[in-house]
């Protein structure tokens, strides 16, 4: 294939690709024959998953799920932006349609956008992504100014999950669904790469009142 220039595009063959998926639906079907004929007649995940486009943090791997078991999103440092009808979309359909009733914010340590967020370099296009993530390293700076680089990056990992996590419970749907009676709770946890390990940051919020007391400091 030639490109506009005529200059020899080369293009990779993805036959081992095709090869991997005909060997993973065989493992699959040895387990269990009717595994894909069950998965193909519903969807009924029980958790929605909010993670980072991180190729090394496969959502349904880390908690060792199969397929259909849960639902998930993922974008650059798992964020939650009002203006993002992609993910606000996602919540609404995993909340109103497929009736879940957990929803997981995971970020990672050590994430390649917050990092970038926390740098004073030209990254292009995603910069007006990273900003969200640059305010809540701003809001946060006294602490995080304390902090050696790589603390300080992991630190922000922590904090952008805490934000992320109040930012569904800001959705209209969530709000929605709470006001109604539904039963929806948020929770912000963190993976570890180094040691696959998945942690809880205590930021569990299943109610509106607990959310605005966390949010505004209302009692």
């Not at 999950?161 to 709470?178: G, R």
Request: hydrophobic content about 40%; proline content about 3%; overall charge negative.
């Amino acid at each position: 294939m030639q490109s506009a220039n005529g200059v020899l595009l080369a293009l990779k063959n993805l036959d081992h690709l095709f090869q991997n998926n005909k060997a993973w639906a065989a493992s699959i079907k040895e387990k269990d024959p009717d595994f894909f004929s069950n998965l193909s007649k519903q969807q009924n995940p029980e958790y929605l998953w909010i993670g980072c486009s991180d190729s090394r943090v496969a959502a349904n791997q880390i908690v060792n799920l199969l397929p259909g078991e849960m639902f998930v999103h993922r974008n650059i440092a798992n964020l939650v932006v009002h203006s993002d009808l992609n993910c606000l979309s996602v919540i609404q359909y995993a909340v109103e349609v497929l009736k879940i009733e957990h929803i997981i914010v995971c970020g990672h340590y050590g994430c390649g956008g917050i990092r970038a967020s926390l740098k004073e370099e030209d990254h292009g296009l995603i910069d007006n992504w990273l900003g969200h993530v640059k305010d809540i390293a701003r809001l946060n700076e006294p602490e995080l100014s304390q902090l050696p680089e790589e603390q300080r990056v992991d630190r922000l990992c922590e904090l952008n999950v805490k934000v992320q996590v109040l930012n569904v419970c800001a959705t209209q749907t969530i709000q929605s669904a709470w006001k109604n009676g539904t039963s929806v709770a948020v929770y912000g946890v963190i993976y570890n790469i180094e040691d696959g390990i998945l942690r809880d940051l205590k930021a569990q919020i299943n109610s509106n009142e607990q959310f605005k007391k966390i949010r505004y400091g209302q009692p």
